[in-house]
């Protein structure tokens, strides 16, 4: 008999630590598959932390965070949203509030709605708590179709994720699409958790949460991806306060709390402007949408920093093993869908491997 629970052995290691793993053994390559701003955390933000580790801010904080940052976290969350019941807490990374979701709210057996292509962590952290993943086909647009949805709810169904801008197309559903999506939800007595890590990164300008329409949506957010903060580990949540003192209730026995000299940082994190960044990866998006379109078959992406291109021939995984042969790494798109038909570019990297990507592309086309 195996030591190992039955659930961790339902789920494989990421696909994705996997390409990773390739890339230590190349010499060199051209690597547009992670998914990690190639930008540096803001110098204020650093000093800041810094400054909080050289003043001996380096102990346990409450549970729900600095008192100081979940104040100016709150404020903004009420500010945009105006609900009666909405509160914040501090998550260790968007992660961990993913974790913590699952745990406080899916019982074996509970149904969780997933958009196919979704994010490579969302189905495993549903088996991980013995719940169903629910898979809703969307492509070859990505559109959320709203009579799928209805069409996969049953009595079982608890939860549905929405990731928008989404990680791995970078698809942005349109407001009609979001609001009647929240509006379902709210009408089935279904949660609604609304992924937004991405949410600075909308290039389009479409970019809208379903808290808008339905307040008791669950809106897990973070500072990795806008701040290049991916290693300081540093997230929040809100929505209901029942959801949310569940959730702090499996986070003190868990996380603790976020890292405190990283809790100072994100209240000088807050109040810097990104759109230099914004506006520097609306370009990259634009470069490398437009050179491979006449090759590759593209839903222009409205947001995050990935392309989700279909391959050229063969499979996804075997047009990405060719591409590795050419020193190029990108991550085959079953990694993240039931299909093997499509790859995921990132282009957070600098304009030169971009550069070097696209002429690889275009040469194993």
Not at 2 to 20: C, E, M, W, Y
Not at 224 to 249: D, F, N, Q, Y
Not at 291 to 312: N, Q, R, T
Request: charged fraction near 25%; aromatic fraction near 10%.
């Amino acid at each position: 008999m195996s030591p190992l629970s039955k659930r961790t052995q339902r789920i494989d290691s990421s696909g994705i630590r996997k390409v990773f793993d390739l890339a230590r053994s190349l010499k060199d390559p051209v690597n547009l598959s992670i998914g990690q701003p190639d930008f540096d955390v803001p110098e204020i933000v650093k000093q800041a932390g810094i400054q909080a580790i050289q003043d001996g801010y380096n102990g346990y904080t409450p549970t729900q965070g600095l008192p100081q940052l979940r104040e100016k976290m709150q404020a903004a969350v009420d500010a945009e949203y105006g609900h009666e019941d909405r509160q914040v807490f501090v998550s260790s990374g968007t992660s961990g509030g993913l974790v913590l979701a699952m745990q406080a709210l899916v019982d074996p057996g509970d149904e969780v709605i997933l958009f196919d292509p979704f994010f490579v962590m969302y189905e495993p952290l549903v088996q991980l708590v013995d719940g169903v993943p629910v898979l809703i086909d969307t492509y070859p647009d990505f559109k959320i179709d709203l009579s799928k949805v209805e069409a996969a709810i049953t009595d079982k169904t608890k939860l549905v994720i929405l990731n928008s801008p989404s990680n791995p197309t970078g698809y942005v559903p349109s407001k009609e699409e979001v609001h009647a999506l929240g509006k379902l939800c709210l009408e089935k007595g279904i949660i609604l958790i609304s992924d937004e890590i991405y949410r600075k990164f909308d290039y389009d300008g479409k970019f809208i949460s379903p808290a808008t329409v339905n307040p008791k949506t669950l809106v897990i957010d973070g500072f990795s991806k806008s701040h290049a903060m991916t290693g300081w580990r540093l997230g929040m949540v809100h929505g209901p306060s029942e959801i949310i003192s569940t959730m702090l209730k499996v986070q003190q026995y868990s996380f603790v709390c976020a890292p405190q000299p990283v809790q100072w940082a994100g209240m000088e994190a807050m109040d810097v402007d990104i759109t230099p960044y914004v506006d520097r990866y609306r370009t990259k998006r634009d470069r490398i949408v437009e050179a491979l379109s006449d090759k590759y078959e593209i839903v222009k992406p409205g947001g995050a920093f990935y392309v989700f291109p279909k391959a050229p021939w063969g499979t996804g995984s075997e047009f990405v093993a060719k591409a590795i042969e050419n020193n190029l790494l990108i991550i085959p798109g079953n990694i993240f869908s039931e299909a093997d038909t499509h790859f995921r570019i990132s282009y957070a990297a600098s304009d030169e491997i971009i550069g070097r990507g696209i002429e690889i592309l275009l040469k194993i086309a």
